[in-house]
């Protein structure tokens, strides 16, 4: 079974601090996913990565930053946490290149509150 | 955007059928249509996607209509663990050329017992 893993099922932080949220796969999976899911919202893509060392900005992300220093690992960085980031953070993986191609895993979520 | 447009909610009793519509009106000729489902607490997870003919897995079924507008995610006894919120998806190309998700706000199916 594929796994995705999310280093915290519930963090906590304050206005201004920076804050790291880690994924991690052990498919071998080409293209890793960030999404943050609000009320009322659905999900929303924050950054994409398609291969290391590689992103792609989605569709919100201003206020955030990725890295993707080895194929198995995709961080998501709040560089200065503010109260509108708090949110459900959501990581997935899926195979091949170019994206949203194939079957997307998901990891379990990281409840961020920003306080 | 490729953007879907579901029922925000929709009820079923347990053992029987449940059709959950989507419209796709904008979808381009050659995109998939994709089912995600999101139990409590849980990530999403594939359910199933077509093109233009009716597909079945052991999860569900999905009817995708001639013009390719609308699709009905199909499940055809309800169970209580099926009770979670459906996501219809369509991909987006993006101006590098890759694709992404474009996720809907989904329908919440709530099961009876």
């Known amino acids: 079974d594929v796994k995705v893993t999310q280093s915290s099922r519930y963090l906590v932080k304050r206005t201004g601090e920076k804050v790291f949220l880690e994924c991690v796969q052990d498919?071998?999976?080409?293209?890793m996913f960030w999404y943050r899911q609000d009320p009322g919202l659905g999900l929303r893509l924050i950054y994409f990565?398609?291969?290391?060392?590689?992103?792609e900005k989605g569709d919100i992300p201003e206020g955030y930053s990725v890295s993707r220093e080895k194929k198995e690992r995709f961080s998501l960085i709040l560089e200065s946490a503010s109260t509108n980031q708090t949110s459900m953070y959501l990581c997935?993986?899926?195979f091949g290149t170019g994206g949203a191609i194939y079957e997307q895993y998901f990891g379990p979520g990281t409840r961020l509150t920003v306080t | 955007d490729a953007k879907t447009t579901q029922p925000n909610s929709m009820e079923s009793n347990e053992e029987e059928p449940v059709h959950l519509p989507c419209n796709h009106s904008?979808?381009?000729?050659?995109?998939?249509i994709h089912w995600y489902r999101q139990l409590p607490s849980q990530g999403p997870e594939y359910v199933i996607h077509?093109?233009?003919s009716n597909v079945n897995n052991r999860m569900a079924s999905l009817a995708i209509a001639e013009d390719r507008k609308s699709s009905t995610l199909i499940l055809h006894r309800a169970t209580l663990r099926d009770a979670a919120v459906y996501y219809c998806?369509?991909?987006?190309?993006?101006?590098?050329?890759?694709?992404?998700?474009?996720f809907g706000t989904g329908t919440r199916l709530k099961v009876l017992a």
């Open positions: 077509g093109l233009t």
């Open positions: 904008t979808i381009s000729g050659t995109d998939y």
């Open positions: 998806i369509l991909r987006d190309l993006t101006t590098s050329g890759t694709y992404k998700y474009i």
């Open positions: 498919m071998d999976h080409e293209n």
């Open positions: 997935a993986s899926s």
């Open positions: 990565s398609y291969d290391v060392k590689m992103k």
